[in-house]
């Protein structure tokens, strides 16, 4: 946009010096009434473009350059009026030695929007230079963040699969823990059935002899057995 506004300037500077090449050349009030007026809606163009540009000065040596320029056109400004007024007198031989003299401030002014719009390309191309090393560090932060994310994970996977093998062996060891003490307790079972089946039998030898002896304790003898 820059650029774009000092180009303006530029063309507005060469529009005035070829007005008033044609006012020179007019031979009437007429022709120099629309000349002038011409001239004036070109001040116009150029005031503005001035204005819009000079509220963004912000690059390296644009200050110096735009200072420079606004002094070669303020020159430029005080010394056209007298080669118009030549003009309207009919002076044209004077007014184009006027407008020759003045080639040099019309040159620099040249040479100062040249360098106006270098240093404006060279920002716009720090600025560019500058975005995409923004761009490369967010990309280069977003891949570093993913890794990080990615270890991460593979972390939480690595500590969930200890935990869920450590939890899965504490269960096989009591699983086998519970195996053993039902093994145990299935033997101690038969050593008590065994430990009982020889006192049960003696018991039962006892009251079938009694029962034999004691025919009319039967009764008795059946609750014994």
């Known amino acids: 946009r820059s650029v774009e506004r000092v180009g303006q300037i530029g063309m507005a500077v060469q529009r005035e010096h ?3 090449e044609r006012h020179i050349l007019e031979s009437g009030p007429a022709g120099w009434d629309a000349v002038e007026r011409d001239l004036a809606t070109n001040r116009a163009d150029f005031q503005r473009a001035a204005a819009a540009y000079g509220e963004h000065l ?14 070669d056109v303020a020159a430029k400004d005080y010394l056209a009026p007298a080669v118009i007024g030549l003009s309207r ?17 019309f040159d620099a002014i040249q040479k100062d929007v040249s360098r106006l ?6 920002g716009a191309e720090r600025a560019r230079k500058e975005m995409g090393d923004v761009q490369r560090d967010a990309v ?16 939480i996977g690595i500590m969930l699969t200890r935990v869920l093998a450590r939890n899965e062996r504490r269960l096989r060891d009591k699983t086998h823990a519970l195996e053993d003490k039902n093994r145990e ?23 079938y ?7 009319q304790q039967a009764k008795v003898t059946g609750i014994v057995q």
């Open 140 to 155: 280069e932060f977003r891949i570093i963040l993913g890794a990080c994310i990615a270890a991460v994970l593979v972390l």
């Open 89 to 105: 007198s009919n002076r044209d031989l004077d007014a184009r030695r006027r407008l020759v003299a003045m080639q040099p401030l």
């Open 58 to 71: 912000s690059l390296p040596g644009e200050m110096a350059a735009w200072y420079r320029l606004a002094g």
């Open 209 to 215: 002899l009694l029962g034999e002896r004691v025919p």
């Open 18 to 20: 070829m007005l008033t």
């Open 185 to 207: 307790l299935d033997a101690f079972a038969s050593r008590v059935a065994h430990d009982l089946r020889g006192p049960l039998s003696a018991v039962s030898v006892a009251s």
């Open 117 to 122: 719009v270098e240093i404006n390309r060279m």
